[in-house]
Every structure is written in structure tokens, then in C-alpha cells.
């Protein structure tokens, strides 16, 4: 039977926490949500030696244990109660070599928990060129403790790493030093109301404004103690936290030597082009218009490839089971045609991903977020709002979790309703796929028509999200008093294997989550599309056969196969709703595609995919893929239903309408109400509703 160690990854953001916990874990990852929380945790599990396994769990980044968000809660909560069964057997800090000053803060207290600790101190691969050396030796005997040198960059002290992590019973559990000094009388008497229990605990339990579930309501009680007011507390914690300091200050005299002479300023230089006022918007303009060129010309030809392996599996399926009947039908039709709707762009998921991975990775997206502020703060906004509207090009639902930093409540409330404005990687199917039908192919001073249109869309979607939030402000009448404060890593090449880690567990879970939903629904769709009720169903070959009979039997296949579905339960479902989408240029198929993609936008493509594959009878010896079968839907009378105006149409619509009941369900968690997400959801589906039908009513 294998052995299990609990570690706990803690540390101060931008660090290098996450590549420390990817080179430990490396794919064996998985990313879940904190109990009664919507926090992010990443678990992974490391092998050590023969039999020895360890458990990592990477933590919210923090500054200290003096938390003033709900993720640092999860640290702290965490960290008192040792009945979770994530409780760690070790902690392991880490610090970043040119900012041990201040990492060293967050290790004190942690070891003022009695934890068995480690400190990482990474990037170790700099510290030449930046004129620091280090004495581990006196750090080690000084912060009692085992120090691991680390460059996640370079693989080196992984090794080293895992062997102390396994020979974590060995680490001295004293204290770097006792806070309790910085008011011995008070600290007396608490230790005498609760002589059973560790005195820092019950410290961090009283200055700390948040619930800390059953820690506080039982093991850790202290609400009947007679307590100072929240102003002493503050006080009390500023004289801890210049304690730590002065301590940390006279470690470092003797463990650390830092000659600025050798230090090279880089950083500043760059930062003098990449956040000027005027520079620094050209830059990150052009570098947009960069990342959407490579999202097309790079995808094409694995997208070329995918569509043509699904639509000749469907082919393949019906072919090689000609009397399977109705199970071939829903195997070629109904999963394979759905599916294939949505792998489709995985290339291009993938490479959006990608981009966004190296812009974070190599320091330049905080540098986008200060950047920005300038003009979001107008706007009702702060920079701290950036975040999770950055985030949102991702998926909505983290980014509507990121709003959790924000500390004044109107101003949080403004950006979880107007982060899903945001372009996220659901749409970009929709996107996709409608640009390829509508928007012709050519190039303008090197960029394709499409990439332009690609990119025009996060724009608007951006510069929704910000207008909303303007008129938000002023009818909320929000008075912020709050700071923006980011800190700016130092720039560095991205690491590849996070890079590449970050691609795979995104897409990964992009995939996943959307191919359970876009799988289910496809059924459904394909159950409702092949049957329905009364006589027109049923006896539809006998009066399309009356109806044209001069037609080829090639010919009257297909128009009894489009005469059946548009008499199915779903045509039905979708003749119902026309009248409500025909002004915005939409048919009955594109009404049921848009009722569909409320579970997810991305199931649009994958419903009209398994809507387009029952509706037809050719079977071609060519393959006839989604994208074909789209731009030759016609009308009745013979006009293209996919035209200019109507894509364009479509494309606004999605661009602003709340499609996605996961987005609504986290908004409603966060803001406790029902009222919040149904505001969103009327608002922007009207918003959504009425743009589309200007654009079509002007361009047809």
C-alpha cells in the first residue's frame, strides 16, 4: 500500500507557485472548486520514491495570512482545521530570489502554525545576473527551516525538492519568532480563555473578517471572548507585521547579499515603451491584430483535416451499416455530425489559448491591466474590474469568480454583470464558422478580411461590456474610494512545458465540458428531428411525391427528408419561435440553434451540424461538410439563408446575448439573487436582440 503526503503549495503571487506545482505534477493535474466556494484549486500528485506519493495542492496566491479575499480565506481555512482532509503534513513556500523580503512575511506566519515548512526560493538561474548570493546555510539555521535553490526554468532542485518534501518529519517545527510580544498582556489573556489551544490560531481567528465554517463555530470558538475593536486589532497587526519585518531584515543582513552594480535594468526600459500613454496602446493593438492572423492562418489546415475526418466518418457509418436503421442514423447524424461540430475548432481554441498563455507567462498581460486602467476608471471601472474582463476571453464563469478581489461591493456587482460581454472561447465556434460564410476571403495591408472581423468582435463585445458599465455607474451612482494596486512581475521567456501544460488542461477541459453538453443535446435534437406527430410526418414521401412528381428520385429523397424534418417535433418547436427571429433574417433551423446554444453557445455549431445532417438524403461521393451545407441552405424561393446581412446579424447577436445557463447560475451564486442574473439575462438578450435586427433590417 502506497503512501500519501498532503502538501500544501503556498506563496505569494507571481512567484512562480504555478511552475513550481507543474514541474512537480506535470500532466497529472486536475482542477476542481474549494467546498461552498466557486475558488479554483489545482490538486496533483508527484511520485517520490518507491511506494511514496505526494499529494499537491496548489493554494490562492496570498500576501499574508491577514486575508482581504475570499480565495486567501481558502489558505487560511485551510490551514486551521486540521480535520480537512487536505490538512497538509507540509508546507511548502514559495518565494521568488529578487522579492525575499516580502515572501518571507507569509513564511513567518505559517511557521507561527507549527506546519512542517519548507521554503522554495525560486528563479535561483538569475541570480547571477541580477548580483545575489545567497547563504543557505545561515538562512536555514536562522529561519529554522530547509531551503530548496529552485529555476523551474533550468529543471534545476526538483530533485532535491521531492527529497525533502519526503523527509518532511525532520523539519523543525519552531517558531521563526513570537508575535505574542507585541502585547504580551493580551496575548495572556486569551491563552488563559483557551489554554488548549495554539495561541496564533486563535490570533488569526480574531483579527480575520470572514467565516471560517466549522473552525470558528467549534474548535476554534472565540466569539464570547471580550475582544479589542477592529481598530485595536489593525494596529495590533501592523505592529506584528513591522516585528516580522525587522526580524526578516536582520535575516537577511547575514544570509543575503545583493550588489546592485551587477543588476541590469531591463524592466524599465521595456516598461518605458510598453505602458506609455500612447506607445503602449499602438503595441498591444498591433499584437491583437497579431494573435487573430495566427488564430486563422495557423488553423487552417488541422481544421481543413478535422472536418473532412468527421464528415467522412458519418459517411463511413452509413456506408458500412446500410441496414443499421435508425441506430446507424443516430450514430452518423446525430453524435458523429455533432461532435465533429465542435472538434473543429480545436485548433483554433488551442492557439487562442496559447497566446494568452505567453502574454501572461511572460509578465506582459499585468502590464496590459495597469495599462488599461487609465481608461477604465472613466468608465465606472477600476483596474482591478480588468481582470476579470480579461479573464472572461477564456470563459465567463472564473472570470465572474475573479470578481471576488474586487472589495467594494456596487463595483463588483457592475463587473460580474458585464463580464460576459466579453468575448469567451464558447463563441468563437459561432464566430468561426459564420465569418467563413459571410465574410469574404482577401487582404488588407497583410490581414485577411476575417481576422479583422475576428477581432473586431472582441472589440465590440470589450466595448460593451465597458458602456454598460458606465451607464451601470451612473444609475447605481457607485462612490469608489478604492486604489488600484497590481503588481508588475519582472518579464521573463515563457517556460515552455507551462505553456504547454496550460494549452492542454484548458483545451482539455474546453472539450470536456462543451462535448458532454453539445453530445447529450445533439441526441435529444436528433431523437426530436427524426420523429414526429401526424399524418404529415408520417406519410411525407407519399405527399411529396404528389407534389413533385417530375423531379429525379435523387431529388425527391432529399425533399421528402427536408419535408419530414420541417414537420418534426423540433420543426415544429422551430416554426413556433420563427415569427419572433424571421426580422432578424433568422429561419426556423437557425431559431432552434439559438435555443439550443442557451446550455452552451458553442452547441450552435453541433445543433445545426446534426439538424443539417437529418434534413438531407444525398450521399454524395464527395464529402458534403457543415460548412458547405450551410452556405447552400436556401430559402423557398431560392435566396441563400446564410447571406451578408443575416451573418453579420447573427454575429451581433452572440456577441451580446447571454447564452450560457452556467454564466447565470455562477452569477446567481455569487450575488446570492436570482434578480441579478435575470436583469442580465432580460438585459442583454434585448440588447442582443435589437442590435442584431438594426443590422440586418440596414444591410439586407
Known amino acids: 500500500m502506497s503512501k500519501q503526503i498532503n502538501v500544501a503549495l503556498i506563496g505569494n503571487p507571481n512567484t512562480g507557485k504555478t511552475s513550481v506545482f507543474n514541474a512537480l505534477t506535470g500532466l497529472n493535474q486536475k482542477v476542481g472548486n474549494y467546498p461552498g466556494i466557486t475558488v479554483d484549486k489545482k490538486q496533483g500528485i508527484c511520485k517520490l520514491s518507491r511506494g511514496v506519493k505526494a499529494h499537491i495542492l496548489d493554494l ?5 495570512l491577514n486575508a482581504s479575499s475570499l480565495d486567501e480565506n481558502v489558505v487560511i481555512e485551510l490551514l486551521l482545521n486540521k480535520n480537512d482532509k487536505d490538512y497538509p503534513d507540509v508546507a511548502v513556500i514559495v518565494s521568488d530570489v529578487e522579492n525575499l523580503k516580502r515572501n518571507l512575511l507569509l513564511f513567518t506566519q505559517i511557521k507561527d502554525l507549527k506546519i512542517p515548512t519548507l521554503l522554495v526560493i525560486n528563479m535561483s538561474d538569475v541570480m547571477k545576473r541580477k548580483g545575489i548570493s545567497l547563504d543557505v546555510e545561515v538562512l536555514e539555521e536562522k529561519l529554522n527551516t530547509k531551503i530548496a535553490l529552485v529555476s523551474t526554468r533550468k529543471g534545476t532542485g526538483i530533485q532535491e525538492l521531492k527529497k525533502l ?125 497579431t494573435i487573430f492572423q495566427a488564430i486563422y492562418d495557423w488553423a487552417t489546415f488541422p481544421m481543413d483535416l478535422i472536418d473532412t475526418t ?69 468608465f465606472g471601472l477600476s483596474g482591478k474590474s480588468l481582470v476579470p474582463l480579461i479573464s472572461g476571453t477564456a470563459c465567463a464563469i472564473p472570470a465572474v469568480m475573479a470578481t471576488r478581489n474586487i472589495e467594494n461591493w456596487k463595483e ?28 469574404p476571403e482577401g487582404y488588407i495591408f497583410g490581414l485577411s478580411y476575417q481576422a479583422l ?86 406519410n411525407a414521401e407519399a405527399i411529396v411525391a404528389e407534389q413533385y412528381a417530375d423531379l429525379s428520385d435523387a431529388k425527391i429523397d432529399d425533399k421528402v427528408a427536408a419535408y419530414r424534418l420541417e414537420h418534426s417535433y423540433i420543426g415544429i418547436i422551430g416554426k413556433t419561435i420563427e415569427p419572433v427571429i424571421k426580422p432578424l433574417g433568422y429561419d426556423w433551423k437557425i431559431g432552434i440553434g439559438l435555443v439550443a446554444s442557451f446550455a452552451a453557445r458553442e452547441v450552435f455549431v453541433g445543433t445545426l451540424a446534426t439538424i443539417y445532417s437529418v434534413g438531407s438524403a444525398t450521399e454524395n461521393e464527395s464529402i458534403d461538410t457543415i460548412k458547405t451545407k450551410m452556405s447552400n441552405e436556401i430559402y423557398e424561393d431560392g435566396s441563400k439563408v446564410f447571406t451578408f446581412a443575416s451573418g453579420i446579424s447573427l454575429l ?49
Open 453 to 538: 472581423t475576428l477581432m473586431l468582435l472582441y472589440l465590440i463585445g470589450f466595448g460593451m461590456a465597458v458602456f454598460s458599465a458606465y451607464v451601470l455607474d451612473r444609475i447605481m451612482k457607485t462612490n469608489r474610494k478604492t486604489f488600484f494596486v497590481v503588481e508588475m512581475p519582472n518579464y521573463k521567456l515563457p517556460l515552455l512545458k507551462n505553456v504547454i501544460i496550460t494549452v492542454f488542461e484548458k483545451t482539455k477541459t474546453f472539450v470536456f465540458e462543451a462535448g458532454k453538453i453539445i453530445l447529450a443535446i445533439s441526441v435529444i435534437l436528433w431523437v426530436l428531428a427524426s420523429y414526429g406527430p401526424g399524418e404529415k410526418f408520417n
Open 165 to 289: 518534501i519526503e523527509q518532511y518529519k525532520i523539519l523543525p517545527k519552531k517558531q521563526c519568532l513570537d508575535a505574542s510580544t507585541i502585547e504580551p498582556a493580551y496575548f495572556e489573556r486569551l491563552q488563559k480563555a483557551f489554554p488548549n489551544q495554539d495561541i496564533y490560531k486563535l490570533w488569526l481567528v480574531i483579527t480575520q473578517d470572514a467565516n471560517f465554517g466549522k473552525v470558528s463555530r467549534q474548535e476554534l470558538d472565540v466569539s464570547k471572548f471580550k475582544t479589542k475593536s477592529t481598530l485595536e486589532l489593525k494596529r495590533l497587526q501592523q505592529k506584528e507585521a513591522i516585528k516580522r519585518y525587522q526580524f526578516i531584515n536582520n535575516v537577511l543582513k547575514e544570509g543575503q547579499n545583493i550588489d546592485r552594480s551587477k543588476a541590469r535594468d531591463l524592466r524599465s526600459k521595456l516598461d518605458r515603451v510598453l505602458i506609455h500613454k500612447v506607445w503602449g496602446y499602438v503595441i498591444f493593438f498591433i499584437i491583437l491584430l
Open 652 to 700: 451581433l447577436f452572440y456577441a451580446f446575448a447571454m447564452q450560457c445557463m452556467s454564466t447565470l447560475a455562477i452569477v446567481k451564486r455569487e450575488t446570492k439573487s436570482w434578480k441579478w442574473p435575470m436583469i442580465q439575462l432580460i438585459g442583454m438578450s434585448a440588447i442582443a436582440y435589437i442590435f442584431a435586427l438594426i443590422a440586418f433590417q440596414i444591410l439586407k
Open 310 to 378: 468527421f464528415a467522412g466518418l458519418a459517411e463511413w457509418v452509413k456506408s458500412s451499416y446500410p441496414n443499421g436503421g435508425k441506430v446507424t442514423d443516430l450514430v452518423a447524424e446525430g453524435i458523429v455530425s455533432g461532435i465533429g461540430g465542435i472538434v473543429i475548432f480545436i485548433p483554433q481554441i488551442a492557439f487562442l489559448f496559447l497566446f494568452i498563455s505567453i502574454l501572461e507567462e511572460s509578465g506582459y498581460m499585468s502590464r496590459v491591466v495597469f495599462l488599461m486602467d487609465r481608461i477604465m476608471r472613466r
Open 412 to 439: 463588483r456587482l457592475i463587473t460580474i454583470l458585464v463580464t460576459p460581454f466579453t468575448t469567451c472561447s464558447a463563441r468563437l465556434p459561432v464566430y468561426l464558422i459564420i465569418i467563413a460564410l459571410v465574410i
Open 60 to 64: 490562492p496566491g496570498t500576501y499574508s
